[in-house]
């Protein structure tokens, strides 16, 4: 079964500065797609950004970027200008092709952003 | 477009009781999953629903039932309450222009079970 690991239960970063949240994934499969979303205060799941593992390009919208290392297995989310609405719990998640049985969505422990001002 | 939407937002439930939870997609999205949020688990993965279908399910006790009717809202029923079925509740429905993967969620129910 697919499993993803959020290695870092907390993280801070200064307002301005960039911060990196990392994320890897034990999958057998070579078609998948990954995804970061963010769970403010609110408890609203938003989706920061996602990328096809078909594609080399890593996946980039506006302060937000992931490193995709397919042969690691590694999804990395780097944040760029933090911002303090940028607080939140941030989630790696992964999902199967629908052709695929149990391709239901994989989420990580999650990892707690705290920005400071 | 009018988000994912949930009712209720916060329900108090007492041990043994049921309880059912409604979830309204994005318009033109077919596939309703749902979740349980608890700190000590996570984000654990119920079941989701595709044309009035189940397409997956979670590892949940019977208990924990769904289906999805043809305007493809989605309600979600638990039986005979326990302690442990508190948490938050999440409905995220996928499709749409958006692509079928990714997902969007609601704002949740929050379960209080005494």
């Known amino acids: 079964a697919q499993t993803v690991t959020q290695s870092q239960p907390e993280m801070s970063v200064q307002e301005a500065e960039t911060v990196t949240l990392s994320c890897t994934y034990d999958?057998?499969?070579?078609?998948?797609?990954l995804f970061w979303y963010k769970q403010p205060p609110s408890r609203q799941m938003i989706l920061v950004i996602r990328q096809e593992a078909y594609k080399q390009q890593n996946a980039t919208e506006n302060r937000f970027s992931v490193n995709f290392q397919k042969a690691a297995k590694s999804f990395s989310l780097k944040i760029s200008d933090s911002q303090l609405g940028d607080a939140a719990m941030y989630f790696c998640?992964?999902?199967?092709?629908?052709?695929?049985?149990?391709?239901?969505?994989?989420f990580g422990a999650g990892t707690r952003l705290t920005v400071k001002p | 477009k009018a988000g994912v939407t949930q009712t209720p937002r916060y329900l108090i439930k007492t041990r043994g009781q049921q309880v059912t939870l409604s979830c309204s997609p994005i318009s033109g999205h077919r596939s309703v999953s749902w979740y349980q949020q608890t700190p000590g688990q996570g984000l654990q993965f119920l079941f989701e629903y595709f044309s009035e279908t189940q397409r997956n399910k979670g590892n949940f006790p019977g208990r924990f039932s769904g289906r999805q009717f043809s305007n493809s809202r989605s309600e979600m029923n638990v039986s005979t309450l326990e302690l442990g079925d508190s948490a938050l509740y999440l409905c995220?429905?996928?499709?749409?222009?958006?692509?079928?993967?990714?997902?969007?969620f609601g704002p949740g129910t929050r379960l209080t079970v005494l």
């Open positions: 995220a429905s996928s499709g749409g222009l958006a692509g079928v993967y990714e997902q969007f």
């Open positions: 999958t057998s499969e070579s078609d998948y797609y």
């Open positions: 998640a992964y999902r199967s092709p629908l052709t695929y049985n149990n391709n239901d969505m994989r």
